[in-house]
């Protein structure tokens, strides 16, 4: 079975403009989370999504928003780009039952804003 | 607010040493501390996982063990290899829910 995967892998965009991330969850699992790793840091939490409804959101600014797709699959929208943009967007998903929490990583997307 | 707090942040040991990395939560709500490994350019890898109702939990050379009293809990790497030089990352979430809280990381490296 194929795991979690994110496109593109790298991306260099400007300030001020506008990045689209995607990732395709394992199969079988409903949920999808959004990760920003700034580099040396842990992974921060920013959206949650489950049968396409958003289910927790991170401390971050309104600039950021997902979505998720009826074949379970996400979007990360940032408009605006600042530099402290800059980070590892790592994707997870999971089958998410009462007793089954178990998130399973994407490769991630290592954006680059100048 | 950090809820998940772990050291050291870097870790030098020998071949077949014990490796030993602790955390510390706030939260006690949290019912649910897994253990990630991360290698340089990807994503972290689910290692091994412990619920509070159980004070230890080993998988091969992993075991983690879980103190709910002193909200620590910490990772135990036996027979430290070269091929466990990563980052790794301990969290903490609910049951049923996918968010996770991470610590800042340990940087591993095993020397000849």
């Known amino acids: 079975d194929a795991g979690v995967t994110q496109s593109p892998t790298h991306l260099i965009k400007t300030r001020g403009q506008h990045v689209t991330l995607r990732c395709s969850p394992i199969?079988?699992?409903?949920?999808v989370s959004w990760y920003q790793q700034v580099l040396g840091q842990g992974p921060q939490f920013i959206f949650q999504y489950y049968e396409k409804e958003e289910r927790g959101r991170g401390n971050f600014p309104d600039r950021f928003s997902a979505r998720q797709f009826p074949n379970y699959s996400s979007e990360l929208n940032v408009n605006a780009l600042l530099l402290g943009d800059s980070a590892l967007y790592l994707c997870a998903s999971s089958k998410l039952t009462d007793m089954n929490t178990e998130a399973f990583f994407g490769q991630g997307t290592r954006l680059t804003v100048v | 607010q950090q809820q998940v707090k772990q050291s050291p942040q870097s870790l030098i040991v020998q071949k077949g040493g014990i490796s030993i990395i602790n955390c510390a939560y706030e939260n006690t709500a949290f019912d649910y501390f897994p253990w990630y490994q991360q290698f340089p350019g990807k994503g972290p890898a689910l290692l091994i996982a412990i619920r509070p109702d159980v004070s230890e939990k080993k998988e091969g050379r992993f075991t983690i063990s879980f103190n709910k009293s002193a909200k620590q809990f910490s990772l135990h790497i036996m027979d430290s290899q070269p091929g466990d030089s990563a980052t790794y990352f301990c969290?903490?979430?609910?049951?049923?829910?996918?968010?996770?809280?991470f610590g800042t990381g340990t940087r591993l490296t095993i020397i000849p």
């Open positions: 969290a903490a979430s609910y049951l049923g829910n996918e968010k996770l809280t």
């Open positions: 199969s079988g699992h409903k949920s």
